[in-house]
């Protein structure tokens, strides 16, 4: 495999993971176009903690991740009061302040960005997606994802169904804050060097066109949208320059006649159900 | 069991509920009736915590309900069905039932990994439930896709699941013909035979005289009758209200 | 030299306020932003340096960019926003950002990624008033936004199509049985916004002097931030918002460092939207 090809593929899975973090937040109704802002500071602690501490990589990024769900936590909570297009514009803002954050922020290099961080392999990278996907899995399966589903349906029903609204949508802002954390540390461990410019609006908008290009319904689409963005590119070679007013052009059709996106809660649900009467397991 | 004492609810300038006083005791069905915007639905909305009172208590079983949140208060044993059905969509009809259910039982992260002898039981659980509303054979449909009559049967099982000790019935039988009227109030019944008190807010008077076993009368916001059956029916305060004023 | 700070901060500022302005006109009447503002503002000075360049005249170039740019307002508005009435809001927020991606692609095929210069069209004449510079240049910038937003102001208040739109931005259900053909001041809203956007977008060539595909980018930011903090939907508002984060930005790079600017700017963004979200002037409702 080419160092090329194997960059392709890594930054897929790193892509895949940011969906996922978009869509974590999405389920509870809440979206967030902030994410590359929890992605830089995963990116920048795990860095920091690598190249300066001389940590190994693995607790580096878990803690990368565990500060940035954290700061996720914070951001979170403020976010319950703000609905809609609201949100928006806070996780907006957001993004851009810890951006801006770590242009000035001298200790991680500043503007001059930071140098050093590597150890990221394909196996790393998409053990975590792996990971991540059988999590969302168990999820859909469990009582717990109901609970989710229930409480982006209908909060003020959900609540009076014995739900936690907030709690849910607290720790749906944690895990995809998490998530982008981990993301952006093995984004940074690969690239070898990062500047605040890596993790901008123009970014999080980006995510947030993979998950609801793939379908906003099921976990699925956000793997199956950043995908597609990953590969399209390599196979659409020859109209390179015209690529992103394609993707544009594609992206604006498909809000006019498929706006829930590639794959479908259906489409999951009916899925599931070929596989299980193949499988006949005792499924409720 | 339930005492609503001396309560108000305001919007701003707009009074929706004015001094109201109603005691639940236990075992009965009781009704809650008034024309058109007399506060029926925003009095739910105050017992179930979705808003807060303006001025005065309410209480279930002693405990002050007014500064709890909604799902506290319906872990206290109190559920409700809504005047225009609110299932949630995306659900099958069984799942609509055991989503109700995870208040029973450990729904935090752990439920992803481990299934329990309990979960088992609520399985069981939740089948009787739909049986019991005529659901198990549609259990892996959409919700949404049932006819209006299942769905409600389904709201009422929803708010069964919850296993609760009040039950507040917002015109369940809207928009019902004659058998599925019948039908309705023999489950209804039967739900009282378990010791379930519930509060039931309807238009269909037959539906009313017959199980409720004491009214209370709502217009413009305010207690304007309590009583009996047969006492409401000949309450001219009621009948004026009914009358003397145009549906709208 | 306060005082020529200050006049800088004021004509940089009204380029914000002219974008903020746009983002209101559309939030006010849709309750939606347009994401494909700030690109639409791009177009605009590219189209303005092209004509320029072309040897028209800068007036002339000013209001054939604000034609163009008014015309990609309305495409954004029927491929963005008008198949997407019933969908759930996330449908025309994404589909702008896809538009302002089409449209950034398209400004650099056209035009190239390196940055373009703006061609001298006038001689530029300095004036003494005591110890400030002002170039003609700059009185240019600082007339056309002043006239513009006056005009704006008037024609909400006193045309018809200005009640249409008030009307309209409080409530589309009512508007329509009122009489109002609320389709056409969607259209004309989308065209006068970005016409907005399209003016800005030269003035601020004429302020940088070289403009790449990429400007609307953070000139949309900054214009959404003067948006949220004049009052989302706030006309008023926007105007004064935009030009005082003008002046915030150009009194810190004056006396500060240039690289907080951002973090300040964008700070007190986000402290409006969790603390204030109504703004300094108070944000448009609309009955839903």
């Known amino acids: 495999m080419s160092v090329y090809t194997e960059g392709v593929i890594a930054l897929m899975g790193i892509n895949i993971l940011l969906a996922l973090s978009v869509y974590a937040i999405l389920m509870t109704d809440q979206c967030s176009v902030g994410n590359a802002g929890f992605m830089a500071i995963g990116a920048y602690t795990s860095a920091y903690l690598t190249v300066k501490m001389g940590i190994p990589l693995m607790p580096a990024l878990v803690v990368g991740a565990l500060v940035s769900s954290f700061i996720g936590l914070l951001v979170g909570i403020p976010a319950l009061r703000l609905k809609g297009l609201y949100l928006v514009l806070a996780t907006l803002g957001f993004g851009e302040m810890v951006r801006t954050f770590f242009l000035n922020f001298e200790p991680t290099g500043g503007a001059s960005g930071f140098r050093g961080p590597m150890g990221s392999t394909l196996f790393l990278i998409y053990a975590w997606v792996v990971g991540f996907i059988v999590f969302f899995w168990l999820l859909d399966r469990s009582r717990l994802g109901r609970s989710f589903d229930a409480v982006r349906d209908d909060p003020e029903v959900a609540s009076t169904m014995g739900l936690d609204v907030v709690w849910h949508k607290i720790w749906a802002f944690w895990l995809g804050s998490f998530i982008a954390g ?56 020859f109209i390179h320059e015209w690529r992103l007013s394609f993707y544009g052009a594609v992206l604006v059709a498909m809000m006019i006649f498929r706006p829930s996106g590639i794959i479908t809660r259906k489409m999951v649900r009916d899925l599931g159900e070929k596989f299980d009467k193949l499988f006949q397991t005792a499924r409720t | 069991m339930l005492t609503i004492q001396n309560v108000s609810k305001h919007f701003g300038g707009l009074k929706a509920l004015e001094n109201v006083t109603i005691h639940l005791g236990s075992d009965k069905i009781y009704g809650l009736i008034g024309p058109n915007g007399a506060g029926k639905t925003s009095l739910f909305n105050l017992i179930t915590g979705v808003l807060p009172v303006s001025k005065g208590s309410i209480q279930f079983e002693g405990k002050e309900l007014n500064k709890l949140q909604p799902h506290e208060i319906s872990r206290l044993g109190i559920s409700r069905t809504y005047q225009n059905i609110r299932l949630f969509p995306s659900m099958t009809v069984l799942e609509n039932v055991l989503v109700a259910q995870n208040i029973h039982t450990q729904w935090g992260l752990g439920s992803i990994f481990k299934v329990r002898r309990s979960d088992l039981k609520l399985l069981d659980q939740a089948e009787e439930l739909l049986k019991q509303m005529g659901l198990w054979t549609k259990r892996k449909e959409m919700s949404t896709s049932l006819a209006y009559g299942e769905q409600r049967r389904l709201e009422i099982a929803r708010a069964l699941a919850l296993k609760p000790k009040l039950l507040l019935l917002d015109e369940p039988a809207a928009g019902m013909n004659e058998s599925e009227t019948e039908n309705l109030l023999q489950r209804i019944e039967e739900i009282r035979a378990q010791g379930k008190t519930i509060l039931l807010i309807e238009h269909d008077m037959s539906v009313i005289m017959r199980i409720c076993s004491y009214i209370s009368v709502l217009n413009f916001g305010e207690l304007i009758a309590q009583g009996t059956p047969e006492e409401i029916q000949t309450n001219e305060a009621v009948i004026e209200a009914y009358l003397g004023r145009e549906e709208g | 030299m306060f005082i020529q700070q200050l006049i800088n901060g004021v004509m940089l500022g009204s380029t914000y306020s002219l974008i903020a302005i746009g983002y209101s006109l559309v939030l006010g009447l849709l309750q939606m932003i347009n994401l494909a503002h700030g690109d639409v503002f791009m177009i605009g000075a590219f189209l303005g340096l092209t004509f320029a360049f072309l040897g028209i005249p800068l007036y002339l170039s000013l209001l054939l960019a604000m034609a163009g740019a008014g015309i990609v307002g309305i495409l954004v508005e029927r491929f963005c926003f008008r198949p997407l009435k019933k969908a759930h809001f996330l449908g025309p927020l994404v589909s702008t950002i896809a538009f302002g991606i089409l449209l ?185």
Do not use: C
């Not at chain 3, 601020?204 to 595909?213: D, G």
């Open chain 1, 182 to 237: 981990i993301a952006g540390g093995l984004y940074a461990h690969y690239m070898f060097y990062i500047e605040s410019g890596n993790f901008n609006f123009l970014l999080s908008t980006m995510i947030l066109l993979y998950v609801l290009l793939g379908g906003m319904q099921t976990f699925w689409g956000a793997v199956v949208g950043a995908v597609i963005f990953s590969i399209l590119p390599e196979i659409l070679r």
């Open chain 3, 104 to 288: 950034q692609n398209v400004g650099t095929q056209i035009w190239g990624s390196e940055p373009s210069r703006f061609p001298q069209t006038t001689d530029i004449a300095q004036f003494h008033i005591g110890p400030i510079v002002i170039s003609s240049i700059q009185i240019i910038i600082l007339a056309t936004s002043l006239v513009l937003m006056v005009a704006l102001d008037l024609f909400i208040r006193r045309t018809r199509m200005g009640r249409a739109m008030r009307a309209t931005s409080e409530g589309q259900v009512n508007a329509s049985l009122l009489g109002v053909d609320t389709d056409r001041v969607v259209s004309f809203t989308f065209f006068s916004s970005a016409a907005l956007a399209g003016v800005a977008g030269v003035l601020t060539a004429l302020v940088y002097l070289q403009i790449t595909p990429f400007i609307g980018i953070r000139q949309g930011l900054i214009g959404i931030v003067a948006m949220v903090i004049g009052g989302l939907g706030n006309l008023r508002g926007a105007m004064i918002a935009g030009v005082s984060l003008g002046v915030i930005e150009v009194m810190n790079d004056a006396y500060f460092t240039a690289s907080y600017r951002d973090i300040i700017i964008f700070g007190i963004f986000f402290l409006f939207i969790v603390i204030k979200p109504e703004g300094l002037f108070g944000a448009v409702q609309q009955e839903k």
